[in-house]
């Protein structure tokens, strides 16, 4: 009898038990400096709106390519200047090729030096096959290197 009432305890005990669900994780933003870019890209041109959501100093931007793109305007679009939350600074980029343009943003905001890279697709990339492109099991193609 004794047997049973434990038995019987320990099951509505297990059963009564309220466990704990998981909450989904948040999604954040790594730290860096506060900016968002816009692109207008019209070969041989892009047309860029970089827009400072936070003050900052010393700020500097960089613009290069890669994949593919030269950059043939002078790389540094902005260099020491200060900016205010919610300016927004239109730069005119001219490339050749095909791949991305990388924009590297610097500077000091909030009092801490912070940074952030956006990139722009230009064109369709387009990658070599040398024949050594494999799928997996899951059907995503992979390159295999040597």
Do not use: W, Y
Request: hydrophobic share 40%; with cysteine; charged share 20%.
């Amino acid at each position: 009898m004794k047997t049973l009432l434990i038995a019987a305890l320990l099951l509505f005990t297990g059963c009564s038990a309220s466990k704990k669900v998981a909450e989904p994780a948040q999604v954040t933003l790594k730290p860096g400096a506060p900016t968002s870019l816009e692109s207008e890209v019209s070969s041989p041109t892009a047309q860029l709106r970089l827009r400072f959501s936070g003050p900052g100093e010393n700020v500097a931007v960089v613009i290069s390519g890669i994949d593919g793109v030269t950059v043939t305007t002078p790389p540094e679009a902005i260099s020491g200047a200060a900016v205010k939350s919610g300016e927004v600074r239109a730069l005119r980029v001219d490339f050749t090729g095909r791949g991305h343009l990388v924009v590297s943003v610097q500077g000091t905001f909030n009092g801490a030096k912070q940074s952030r890279v956006h990139t722009v697709a230009i064109g369709e990339v387009v990658l070599e096959n040398d024949g050594k492109t494999q799928l997996t099991t899951d059907g995503d193609a992979v390159k295999l290197i040597p």
